[in-house]
């Protein structure tokens, strides 16, 4: 208990540090005039002109257009992948519908899988269409965060910077430097990094075991700092080879809030309102270390139902205890639990533990997390989540005060709100209508592991999974069928760019706007009372919007865990 | 006034002059962050680490025996037992049906039991039986929770301290060893927690097991 406490502050210290370090280099990526040779050499390959100011609907225009071949490339890679050589396990193409769900998911950055990557994945394919993706889908979030805060901290100008500038900038200074070098320090813990597909080993007992690699290291480390979080394995960052130590769980953990916590610290610099930004990473905190107490004490807690069968789940110095059902040793409730709410909290997706086996309040965690999808959220797209709440909460706060709101100084009008409530109803639409759809036609139930309220939360988790483009799973759930791999990969895009080109559009047409001055009724938002209306909104609007449907899965699942009632 | 209208020309569409920089940044990209990053490291991990970015495998006479990382099924009395695995593999008699295969290092797997899950709870009462009538522990003794619950990857490498001291008594039984020597060496196999906070401590179950045989290897047989 106290060393989970002592790991758990002593993370969120590192990570505060890592924020500002972060923090500070972004903003010199965003900012910096001088174009280092590598990126003046892609920009003559690409034919643009890095000067170009761009409107927020050519720097929108850019940012889809630029996804859609790359959908299409990871798309053709996948289908033709047993014509390609060298793979010594000559595993199968991937099916149109199950190849459209991975482009799709890739490219979102949501990272969600119908397949296990170790029997359906070359190694070709694992560099080439999944490393791929993972880092251009985190370049596109953060170049887009870029696109957004310069719309904010500018006045009377239709500006908001080059896109092909922030995206390449952002690989070539930000996403492979630190890969590569966090890469190295996996491999020396343990991860692998080879072409080689398998190794056959004959064990003690004298059985034959297949045991499966690759160029691992270099997925696993984009994965976690590009909050993408879809496995070289089908377990993911459970398997031993993805995350061998707790050290390496450790590194992950950081990874993933690495660029959404420092966003907020470059926010801050680049408008000049350093305040405002701690004040944002404040109410990330704040919901953070709530979700984090739920599922630690949940999961530390046990499972009642084994207590009957004499099984000890008590803490001591002999063993971690706990439900320790789909979980791996060398993490415990600990790091599993920190790790739960990091995975879910990032929108990454990448999984430690089997989220399924949770216990129903430690799974209502990652759930609810992904439902508000602005506790930290990913790369980019999560502090713009939060600005569409902040601006929102003053919204309500202007009408309970009667003033026009105002945000950095900008008045805060209708069509502004408008687009803000757009993107506020297209999450929780898209994943309650989908997850209507998917229980009432008639072949779901053939694809649930769990019967009773644990398998409508198993629907439930898929598509609010797809929609905050997080990726993880309650993964006893069958999804690669046509009827999945088509409504989630669906959900995965609507949930991308349904809320993050209104919010673009929003980043326009406040760079267009003047800036007032700061008068006696202007609503100071650099303060902890803001910080606490915002992460009282956030929890607010999530809860009314979703509690009903939390209510049919963990909520009713709790209630009979208590009861003793099997399903 | 604004300087996009002098870049693209008055009344450009804001679509004008993307195609070339769309298609081209697919192909470079995926060149530059698919196939360079990935090479690259594989490159330099070689050179740097030539042991673990191959897997960590432990070689015994020459040959691989196993992975120091992976997990591997044990379930000869005289050596320590893994934790329950969920994984599969092919049917031998019928290639189209899949059985349980322990640490299957293949195809890693979960059992993705829900908590209210019948299965789960049928599973652990059974699971809890065997490992007492196994290690001969009275019929009402406590099991740590770790013996009877399937790992999240179905390869787990490590048991807890208070699973490996609960076979011991077996393990000595089975090779004619006092069980203070394998309690000894339980100590002496024991992961620290890293760094001295992260993590749990734990036990290889295959280090383990080497470590046994090594020590038979060096006392001849009574």
């Not at chain 1, 002593?10 to 500070?24: D, H, I, S, Y």
């Not at chain 1, 890969?179 to 190295?184: D, G, H, P, R, V």
């Not at chain 2, 025996?65 to 005289?78: L, M, R, Y």
């Not at chain 2, 000595?172 to 906070?197: F, N």
Request: neutral net charge; hydrophobic residues 45%.
């Amino acid at each position: 208990m106290l060393n989970d406490l002592v790991q758990s502050a002593l993370f969120l210290v590192a990570m505060t540090a890592l924020a500002v370090l972060m923090g500070k280099w972004l903003t010199r990526v965003f900012m910096r005039k001088h174009h280092g040779l590598p990126e003046r050499w892609t920009y003559g390959l690409l034919g643009i002109d890095p000067a170009e100011a761009m409107s927020w609907k050519r720097y929108g225009m850019a940012l889809v257009l630029s996804n859609a071949p790359m959908i299409l490339l990871g798309y053709f890679l996948l289908r033709i992948q047993d014509w390609l050589p060298f793979d010594s396990l000559l595993r199968a193409a991937q099916t149109p519908d199950l190849a459209f769900n991975t482009a799709a998911s890739f490219v979102t950055n949501t990272n969600w899988q119908s397949y296990s990557g170790e029997n359906s994945l070359s190694n070709f394919s694992q560099m080439a269409a999944i490393t791929f993706l993972m880092v251009v889908s985190a370049a596109t979030g953060v170049a887009a965060c870029g696109g957004f805060i310069r719309g904010l901290s500018r006045r009377s100008t239709q500006d908001i910077g080059n896109y092909w500038v922030d995206f390449t900038r952002v690989v070539y200074r930000v996403l492979l430097p630190v890969c590569l070098l966090l890469a190295l320090v996996y491999v020396w813990q343990g991860i692998p990094q080879t072409l080689s597909s398998e190794a056959v080993a004959t064990t003690l007992e004298g059985v034959k075991q297949h045991i499966v690699m690759g160029p691992v290291a270099s997925l696993e480390s984009i994965k976690h700092i590009g909050t993408d979080g879809g496995g070289f394995f089908g377990m993911n960052s459970a398997h031993p080879f993805e995350n061998p130590t707790p050290f390496t769980n450790t590194l992950h953990m950081l990874s993933m809030l690495l660029i959404p916590a420092a966003l907020t610290y470059t926010f801050g610099s680049m408008l000049l309102r350093r305040r405002q930004g701690w004040a944002f990473f404040g109410a990330f905190v704040v919901m953070f270390i709530g979700f984090l107490a739920i599922v630690y004490s949940a999961e530390q807690h046990g499972n009642p139902l084994f207590t009957p069968l004499g099984v000890d789940q008590q803490q001591s110095t002999l063993q971690a205890g706990g439900n320790m059902e789909g979980k791996e040793l060398r993490f415990g409730i600990g790091q599993t639990s920190l790790f739960v709410a990091v995975t879910t909290a990032g929108t990454t997706g990448s999984v430690n533990a089997m989220h399924d086996s949770l216990t129903p309040l430690g799974g209502l965690v990652p759930i609810a997390e992904m439902m508000l999808n602005n506790v930290f959220g990913g790369d980019g797209v999560g502090f713009i989540n939060l600005i569409t709440f902040a601006i929102l909460t003053l919204f309500l706060l202007g009408m309970m005060i009667g003033r026009t709101p105002e945000f950095l100084g900008k008045k805060i009008e209708a069509r502004e709100m408008k687009l803000v409530m757009l993107a506020v109803l297209a999450h929780p639409l898209c994943i309650l209508a989908f997850t209507a759809l998917a229980v009432s036609v008639p072949g779901t139930t053939d694809a649930l592991n769990n019967s009773g309220p644990h398998g409508f939360s198993e629907v439930l988790y898929a598509y609010t999974s797809a929609t905050a483009n997080n990726g993880s799973a309650f993964g006893g759930l069958s999804t690669n069928t046509p009827f999945f791999n088509t409504t989630i990969g669906l959900a995965m895009l609507f949930g991308r760019f349904f809320t993050l080109l209104p919010m673009l559009a929003v980043a326009g047409a406040l760079a267009a706007k003047k800036t007032t001055p700061e008068g006696l009724g202007t609503l100071p938002t650099a303060t902890p009372l803001f910080t606490g209306l915002l992460v009282f909104v956030v929890v607010l609007v999530g809860g009314l919007t979703f509690f009903p449907a939390l209510a049919l899965g963990p909520i009713v699942e709790q209630l009979m865990l208590s009861s003793s009632h099997l399903f | 006034m604004t300087a996009i209208n002098q870049t693209r020309g008055p009344g450009a569409p804001v679509s004008k002059g993307l195609l070339r920089p769309v298609l081209v940044s697919a192909v470079l990209f995926m060149g530059v962050t698919g196939l360079a990053y990935p090479l690259l490291t594989t490159g330099i991990a070689q050179m740097l680490f030539p042991d673990q970015s191959r897997g960590s495998l432990i070689e015994r006479d020459g040959a691989p025996i196993g992975s120091a990382v992976i997990g591997q099924d044990f379930t000869k009395p005289q050596y320590f037992h893994p934790r329950p695995s969920a994984t599969t593999g092919a049917d031998p008699a019928s290639s189209s049906q899949t059985i349980a295969q322990p640490y299957n290092a293949a195809l890693s797997a979960g059992s993705n039991y829900g908590p209210t899950n019948k299965k789960l709870i049928d599973q652990v009462r059974a699971r809890a039986q065997a490992y007492r009538t196994e290690n001969g522990l009275a019929a009402n003794s406590p099991v740590p929770v770790d013996a009877v619950t399937a790992s999240a990857s179905g390869l787990d490498p490590d048991i807890s301290l208070a699973n490996a001291l609960a076979q011991a008594e077996r393990v000595g039984r089975a090779r004619g060893m006092p069980s203070l020597s394998v309690k000894a060496l339980i100590g002496h196999e024991s992961t620290p927690l890293q760094l001295g906070m992260l993590g749990e401590p734990r036990v290889n179950v295959l280090k383990l097991n080497l470590a046994l045989d090594a020590l038979a290897a060096q006392r001849p047989a009574q």
